[in-house]
């Protein structure tokens, strides 16, 4: 006989955009909720309990609307809280918020940027924040010089030259979890200091890179209590070299992955 030992369901890419006055917030929000009430509509088509997922989508927009302020991870809170005050069936929720960026142009206009965004991911349940989880997706980024690759292992498999000083270009995520939700490092804050640091540090490897970016964030801002990685190595291949320039094509796949997580 089957037994169902975990379920959930939920609504994703829920979009948000809030407009008051000039101010724009924008998000894409996904929820997902757990609770044993909810197992009797796998079990045997009884969705008395069931909370629609287009419900769901409702109630996010109306939390839109009731929020003021430009904080994903508050927004989540609110929608989590909300959630669980307004069901009481529902025992727990996962709520994610993914900024959708824009910049302001001049005075009231705007337009949408493809570059980095905050994420903000929550497990909520009747006690609060259970656990949460900041980070930022989408870092692109390039030095041109200031990093090498030399030492690593070499036998037959190994074509790969040494580099002394070579461009770097990475995609970069990146997140961390407060010691504690109330007290939570700044956001921004916590890029621009990662921005930099890629900036400033002379890398021997992706590896050592992520490693500095990581001491220098974990230095700077005393609320983070555990940070994780995931850059891929995204350097273009060389098409053409002449006196003084050399000239490059977007790298083909396979990509180099590497991760890291630290804690204090």
Request: net charge negative.
């Amino acid at each position: 006989m089957a037994k169902a030992v975990a379920h959930s369901y939920g609504k994703d890419a829920v979009s948000v955009y809030r407009i008051a006055g000039d101010s724009l917030f924008a998000c894409e929000v996904r929820v997902v909720v757990r609770g044993a009430a909810f197992e009797t509509s796998y079990t045997e088509g009884d969705n008395s309990m069931i909370v629609a997922t287009d419900s769901m989508k409702n109630f996010v927009h109306m939390m839109g609307l009731e929020y003021e302020g430009e904080s994903i991870e508050e927004f989540a809170e609110l929608v989590g809280t909300r959630l669980l005050s307004r069901y009481e069936h529902i025992e727990g929720v996962q709520v994610s918020a993914q900024e959708v960026p824009f910049e302001t142009i001049r005075g009231n206009a705007l337009r949408r940027r493809y570059d980095a965004y905050a994420v903000a991911e929550l497990d909520l349940d009747r006690t609060g924040v259970v656990s949460s989880r900041s980070a930022w997706n989408g870092l692109h980024m390039i030095k041109l010089t200031g990093s090498s690759f030399a030492g690593f292992v070499r036998d037959e498999y190994t074509t790969l030259p040494e580099a002394k000083d070579r461009p770097l270009f990475v995609h970069m995520n990146f997140g961390w979890s407060n010691a504690d939700f109330a007290d939570r490092a700044p956001g921004e804050e916590v890029r621009d200091v990662a921005v930099s640091t890629f900036c400033d540090v002379s890398s021997a490897s992706i590896q050592e890179l992520v490693y500095q970016i990581g001491v220098q964030l974990l230095e700077r801002f005393p609320q983070i209590a555990t940070l994780d990685f995931y850059a891929e190595n995204r350097l273009w291949d060389t098409a053409q070299t002449g006196e003084g320039a050399t000239v490059y094509t977007d790298a083909r796949p396979p990509f180099g992955v590497i991760t890291l997580t630290l804690e204090r």
